[in-house]
């Protein structure tokens, strides 16, 4: 019994030493290569490319930041903003089911949350763009009510988190990518 006791406790001291330098080689191989800049993913499948450096904009300077994106970049739309629901879908009282753990009910538009840029072409509104503060205003009622009218009218409906730091491309590569739905 001795001499497999000592013989496990050799081959086990070697594992283990050979694990810890194989777990610490990685740790620091994994703090030397990892960048602020690397993409990460954004929830739902998206990648997104974090900056640390990336300014943190309030919300009057999303709006700002965006408007001026929206005018550069997509010159053939017309941008409104802060348009009401209603606007778009008129005085509608359609029935959703917003949440799954709830009935089909009765929501009114004007109930829903304005819209904070609406791209429109030759007068015809062509998608929507919303800005929101907080990692879950796009669960709030009156924003599934938005999204839900959006829907009805055949909009895509393109969804900005202000505290995230939005960089321009990866703005114009989301909005090109639902535009081109139309």
């Known amino acids: 019994m001795g001499l497999f006791k000592d013989l496990l406790k050799g081959v086990a001291g070697d594992l283990v030493s050979k694990v810890q330098q194989a777990a610490n080689a990685a740790m620091s191989g994994a703090v030397n290569t990892s960048s602020s800049s690397q993409p990460h ?7 997104v490319d974090y900056d640390d450096d990336a300014p943190v904009r309030s919300d009057a300077e999303s709006l700002t930041y965006f408007a001026g994106i929206l005018a550069t970049r997509f010159p053939q739309y ?28 009765a929501y009114k538009a004007e109930w829903g949350q304005p819209y904070t840029f609406v791209l429109s072409e030759g007068g015809a509104p062509k998608g929507i763009v ?39 491309d990866y703005v114009v590569g989301r909005i090109n990518k639902f535009m081109a739905n139309i």
């Open 41 to 47: 993913s954004g929830g739902r499948g998206n990648f």
């Open 78 to 105: 017309t941008v409104q903003r802060n348009v009401p629901v209603t606007d778009l879908a008129g005085n509608a009282s359609d029935s959703f089911q917003l949440y799954k753990t709830r009935p089909t009910q």
């Open 130 to 168: 919303m800005l929101g503060s907080g990692h879950s205003h796009d669960a709030k009622v009156k924003y599934l009510i938005s999204r839900m009218y959006a829907k009805k009218l055949g909009l895509p409906y393109i969804n900005f988190y202000n505290q995230m730091p939005n960089k321009e």
